[in-house]
């Protein structure tokens, strides 16, 4: 078996190497990371940018290990079509410094790294830790290699894309395991200006500090929030319901296009 270690937090985050530490007692491992922290850009693909991949030395030994001047997504993209030269089996991305909760899986790079694992066709697994002060990587880690064991035992390997969070507790506090679905928003945004010394605003900073509540039981966030381990299985069919009224609503703009345009 073969797994690919990705993250956003960048090539030398503590967590990426916590998991490394883990998988590689199961499974060969390659890791391609981002060279920087990346976290917020989500799906994000460099379509229109040259990118670098640079040969590390590995922080553990004889890690194959890439840093690419890219983003989450585009270092998997490169290590499945260029870097890896046999097939990878799985997908890691993790393990995040904080919490993917709720609508924030749309905009997690380590979401979005897992993500394009998904879109080719391997079973994919983004791996979050709560902090708060000092996120509990081990524990995280070790429930990455008790997956990666069971599904190395699995005869047939279909593709999935999971989310997983843990909440910021020691092993022997934390209150269960529950497949959740995604709650809603986890954090409020905070826009603060910061004033030049003339006094004029020069630069804003978008700022993810307030959290929301969102009690709703079944959920990621509610799981998390009780002191619970969360997996989220996740699909990339984002259709809403359509309401009764769109039909209506929109079937005589081409009529309306073509007496504007007429
Ligand atoms: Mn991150």
Same mark, same amino acid.
């Given at each position: 078996?073969?797994?690919?270690?990705?993250? /956003?937090?960048?090539?030398?985050?503590?967590? %990426?190497?916590?998991?490394?530490?883990?998988?590689? #007692?199961?499974?060969?491992? &390659?890791?391609?990371?981002?060279?920087?922290?990346?976290?917020?850009?989500?799906?994000?693909?460099?379509?229109?940018?040259?990118?670098?991949?640079?040969?590390?030395?590995?922080?553990?030994?004889?890690?194959?290990?890439?840093?690419? =001047?890219?983003?989450?997504?585009?270092?998997?993209?490169?290590?499945?079509?260029?870097?890896?030269?046999?097939?990878? /089996?799985?997908?890691?991305?993790?393990?995040?410094?904080? !919490?993917?909760?709720?609508?924030?899986?749309?905009? !997690?790079?380590?979401?979005?790294?897992?993500?394009?694992?998904? @879109?080719? #066709?391997? +079973?994919?697994?983004?791996?979050?830790?709560?902090?708060?002060?000092?996120?509990q990587?081990?524990?995280?880690?070790?429930?990455?290699?008790?997956?990666?064991?069971?599904?190395?035992?699995?005869?047939?390997?279909?593709?999935? &894309?999971?989310?997983?969070?843990?909440p910021d507790l020691p092993l022997?506090q934390i209150?269960?395991?529950?497949?959740?679905?995604?709650?809603?928003?986890?954090?409020?945004?905070?826009?603060?200006?910061?004033?030049?010394?003339?006094?004029?605003?020069?630069?804003?900073?978008?700022?993810?500090?307030?959290?929301?509540?969102?009690? =709703? #039981?079944?959920? /990621?966030?509610?799981?998390?929030?009780?002191g619970?381990?969360?997996?989220? +299985?996740?699909?990339?069919? %984002?259709?809403?319901?359509?309401?009764?009224?769109? /039909?209506? @609503?929109?079937?005589?703009?081409?009529?309306? &296009?073509?007496?504007? &345009?007429?």
């Amino acid at each position: 078996m073969k797994i690919l270690v990705v993250n /956003d937090d960048g090539i030398y985050a503590e967590g %990426l190497w916590a998991l490394v530490e883990e998988l590689r #007692q199961v499974s060969k491992i &390659l890791v391609v990371a981002p060279d920087r922290e990346q976290s917020g850009i989500g799906t994000a693909v460099s379509l229109h940018r040259p990118l670098r991949i640079n040969k590390m030395r590995p922080l553990i030994a004889g890690i194959e290990t890439y840093a690419v =001047e890219g983003t989450p997504a585009d270092g998997v993209i490169l290590a499945l079509k260029y870097i890896a030269k046999d097939k990878v /089996d799985l997908v890691f991305s993790g393990i995040n410094k904080g !919490s993917n909760l709720g609508h924030d899986v749309l905009i !997690s790079g380590t979401v979005g790294a897992a993500l394009q694992g998904y @879109f080719y #066709q391997l +079973p994919s697994i983004a791996i979050s830790a709560a902090h708060n002060g000092k996120a509990q990587f081990g524990v995280a880690a070790k429930l990455a290699r008790l997956l990666a064991e069971r599904l190395q035992n699995e005869t047939v390997l279909d593709h999935f &894309l999971w989310s997983i969070n843990l909440p910021d507790l020691p092993l022997d506090q934390i209150k269960g395991i529950e497949v959740t679905k995604l709650g809603r928003r986890s954090y409020g945004e905070e826009v603060k200006g910061r004033r030049r010394p003339g006094g004029q605003r020069s630069h804003y900073w978008i700022l993810r500090e307030t959290p929301c509540e969102d009690g =709703e #039981q079944g959920t /990621d966030i509610w799981a998390v929030r009780n002191g619970k381990i969360s997996i989220t +299985p996740l699909q990339t069919d %984002l259709t809403g319901s359509s309401p009764a009224y769109l /039909d209506d @609503f929109c079937r005589p703009l081409l009529q309306g &296009l073509r007496q504007s &345009l007429g």
